[in-house]
């Protein structure tokens, strides 16, 4: 500031205070404030049109009742579920001669996702050709004996001697079926052998490369199915007492805030978790869209102790407006909404707790509550320029 501009202040401010009392030229009537009242814009307070209400679907719903449990929240992660998950193994060495599925892949249980040619496996086969073919012959010779023995001819000890051969052959004809099942086959011809999906669901690892020489226990697959996953949440030491299997349990995911999931508590673990003294809870829930991807980090809050009937509003219904909670309710004059601002609590499905600043019965926007937010927010940046 110059020093003009200073003295001008300051003789301003003299101006003022002599007019104060009478001083500083004439003075004018003594006028009472509240002869001629000043009302001030309220910041907080929309109006809209009815056009513009109808347009944009604007709906107003009564603040009511509900019943919400106090709830004990863990951070969560989405975890595969063991039983659903299947690695898949030739069982015996070979090479690979096709690959027929990629990762990302969607199987049915008995599909071929590879071809494995194996000298080993084309042994195995062999040999049971071999003890079918020797079984036929025992049983023959033994067919031969026994009508000799019959007729007088034959000797008991060639008799006993065919029978024995016999029961060797079916011994070793069990042993070459058996090695073939240990490997998942019935039969077939060849050192070719499928390697087929035990499971139905999406391959999330593939090992197997076309021409690769792989052995018995390699995991050239792995299947998921995902239609249904475990959500485990890690409960600290202060909330273990209160938690209970069969627990309403409530899943809101980090990458989707707005979405939540429901169930139940069906496992609580036995033991702490030394490193980071927090008890396992988990939960088992559906997911035939596949949006529940495991390897998401969220938060799991789970009902404990009796309901209590408590004020709520749907969650859309509350906004952030410098950095406060506020629900939109009717207006002193028509076609007007006001930001009345709030303290929220728990929240069940769609509902959110009001704890303070709305009663039930109360009228609260509960569509088009971000779309008023909106214009108040435009408007005060309009007043700032």
């Known amino acids: 500031m110059t020093r003009r501009m200073r003295c001008l202040a300051l003789t301003a401010a003299i101006c003022t205070?002599?007019?104060?009392?009478?001083?500083?030229?004439?003075?004018?009537?003594?006028?009472?404030a509240e002869d001629s009242p000043q009302t001030e814009?309220?910041?907080?307070?929309?109006?809209?049109?009815?056009?513009?209400?109808?347009?944009?679907?604007?709906?107003?719903?009564?603040?009511?009742?509900?019943?919400?449990?106090?709830?004990?929240?863990?951070?969560?992660?989405?975890?595969?579920?063991?039983?659903?998950?299947?690695?898949?193994?030739?069982?015996?060495?070979g090479q690979l001669r096709r690959v027929d599925f990629s990762i990302g892949a969607q199987v049915q249980r008995g599909q071929q996702l590879a071809v494995l040619r194996s000298v080993e496996l084309g042994q195995?086969?062999?040999?049971?050709r071999r003890a079918r073919a020797m079984l036929e012959v025992a049983e023959a010779n033994f067919a031969r004996q026994q009508r000799l023995r019959s007729d007088?001819?034959?000797?008991?000890?060639?008799?006993?001697?065919?029978?024995?051969?016999?029961?060797?052959?079916?011994?070793?004809?069990?042993?070459?079926?058996a090695r073939l099942l240990v490997f998942g086959l019935h039969g077939g011809r060849g050192p070719d052998m499928p390697i087929v999906a035990p499971i139905g669901g999406t391959i999330i690892e593939r090992h197997a490369t076309q021409g690769e020489n792989v052995a018995a226990d390699d995991v050239l697959f792995?299947?998921?199915?995902?239609?249904?996953?475990?959500?485990?949440?890690?409960?600290?030491?202060?909330?273990?007492?209160?938690?209970r299997l069969g627990a309403h349990a409530r899943l809101t995911?980090?990458?989707?805030?707005?979405?939540?999931?429901?169930?139940?508590?069906?496992?609580?673990?036995?033991?702490?978790?030394?490193?980071?003294r927090t008890l396992a809870v988990?939960?088992?829930?559906?997911?035939?869209?596949?949006?529940?991807?495991?390897?998401?980090?969220?938060?799991?809050?789970?009902?404990?102790?009796?309901?209590?009937?408590?004020?709520?509003?749907?969650?859309?219904?509350?906004?952030?407006?410098?950095?406060?909670?506020?629900?939109?309710?009717?207006?002193?004059e028509a076609n007007s909404f006001r930001a009345q601002r709030v303290t929220t609590g728990r929240r069940t499905g769609e509902l959110v707790e009001i704890r303070s600043g709305l009663e039930a019965g109360s009228q609260?926007?509960?569509?088009?509550?971000?779309?008023?937010?909106?214009?108040?927010?435009?408007?005060?940046?309009?007043?700032?320029?």
């Open 17 to 32: 205070t002599l007019a104060m009392s009478g001083g500083c030229g004439d003075s004018a009537p003594e006028t009472q």
């Open 41 to 93: 814009p309220t910041r907080d307070v929309v109006v809209l049109s009815p056009e513009a209400i109808s347009r944009n679907g604007i709906q107003l719903a009564q603040a009511t009742n509900h019943p919400i449990s106090d709830l004990v929240e863990a951070p969560a992660e989405v975890q595969l579920d063991p039983d659903r998950v299947a690695h898949v193994s030739p069982l015996v060495p």
């Open 124 to 128: 195995a086969r062999a040999e049971q």
């Open 152 to 177: 007088g001819i034959s000797s008991q000890r060639s008799f006993l001697e065919a029978q024995l051969r016999r029961a060797e052959a079916v011994a070793q004809r069990d042993a070459a079926r």
């Open 222 to 243: 792995v299947i998921a199915d995902t239609a249904k996953v475990w959500v485990v949440g890690r409960a600290y030491e202060r909330d273990m007492p209160k938690l």
């Open 253 to 276: 995911l980090q990458s989707q805030p707005e979405r939540s999931w429901e169930g139940t508590v069906s496992f609580l673990a036995p033991v702490v978790d030394e490193t980071t």
């Open 282 to 332: 988990r939960t088992e829930l559906d997911n035939d869209d596949g949006t529940l991807r495991p390897g998401l980090f969220g938060r799991l809050q789970i009902s404990v102790g009796e309901p209590q009937l408590v004020v709520t509003v749907p969650q859309v219904a509350v906004q952030q407006l410098r950095g406060d909670a506020v629900v939109f309710v009717p207006g002193d």
């Open 364 to 385: 609260v926007v509960v569509a088009g509550a971000f779309l008023l937010k909106s214009q108040l927010m435009t408007s005060e940046f309009g007043e700032e320029e």
